[in-house]
C-alpha cells in the first residue's frame, strides 16, 4: 500500500480522502492525493465511511468543553498554551514567518504590552473568517477587557488565598474561593470564545464540520487537575469552617 506524508511535518498520512495532517494541522494538497496507488484506491467499500470520519478529524478544531475543562484543570495555566498553539496554527494559514508562536504566549507576562498582543491575536482571527466567508466575528477589545478582569480576579484570588490561610478569617477564605473560581471561570471563557471562532474557521474552510479527537494526553490532565482542584476547593472549605468555628467561639 502506497503512503503519502504531509508536506509540513513528515507524519504519515494514511487515510484516502484525508485533507489535513492530523498531527500538524497542514491542508493537504489533491496533486499529494492523486500519488496514492491505484490498488489503494480500489479498496473495499465498507471501509469508505471509515476514512469519510477520518478525514472529518482536524487537530486544531478543539472542542468547547476540552478547552474550558483543560484552563480549569490548570489552573489557568492552559490559556498560555492556546495562545502559543493556536497562535502557530493561525501563522500557518497567513503565512507570516514573523509569528513567533513561544514570544507571542510570553508577552502575556508582560504588562501591557500583554494586552496589544492580545488584541492582534483575535484582529487576525477576524481577517481569517472574513477571508473564508464566515460571518462570526470576534471583538478585540473585548477580548483586552476580559482578559484584565480575569487576571485581576485570579491575582487577587491568590493573593487573598494565602491571607486567608494566614489569618484565618471566614470572610478572607470565603473571598478567595469567589475570586479563584471566578478568575477561572472567566479565563476560560475566554478561550472558548476564541476557540469558537476557530472552530468556525476551520469548518469554513473545509466546507463541512470537522471533529477533533481527544489525545490520551489531554484526559491525564483533565483527570489530574480536576482532582487538584477539588483537593483545592476541599481545603479551602475545610479552612472556612475551622475559620467560621474559631470566629465563634
Known sequence: MSVRYCPQCGAPVSSIGAEFCVRCGQRLSTAISSTWSTETQLGASAATTTLTSAAEVHPARRPLWLVAGLTVATFGLYWYWWLGKSWAE?????????????????AMLVPI??????????????????????????????????????????????????????????????????????????????????QQALNDYWDHQAQRPLHYQVGVWQWLVLVLGGLLVIYYLVTMLSVLVVSSMLASS
Open 113 to 194: 504590552y500583554g494586552w496589544f498582543r492580545l488584541h492582534a491575536h483575535f484582529r487576525i482571527l477576524n481577517e481569517m473568517l472574513e477571508r473564508v466567508g464566515s460571518p462570526r466575528r470576534v471583538q478585540p477589545v473585548l477580548a483586552v477587557i476580559w482578559a484584565i478582569i480575569a487576571g485581576f480576579l485570579t491575582r487577587a484570588g491568590m493573593r487573598v488565598s494565602g491571607l486567608a490561610i494566614d489569618y484565618l478569617t471566614p470572610e478572607g477564605v470565603a473571598l478567595a474561593i469567589v475570586l479563584s473560581l471566578f478568575g477561572m471561570l472567566l479565563t476560560g471563557g475566554l478561550l472558548v470564545y476564541g
Open 90 to 106: 493561525m501563522k500557518r494559514e497567513v503565512g507570516d514567518p514573523g509569528m513567533d508562536p513561544i514570544g507571542h504566549a510570553l
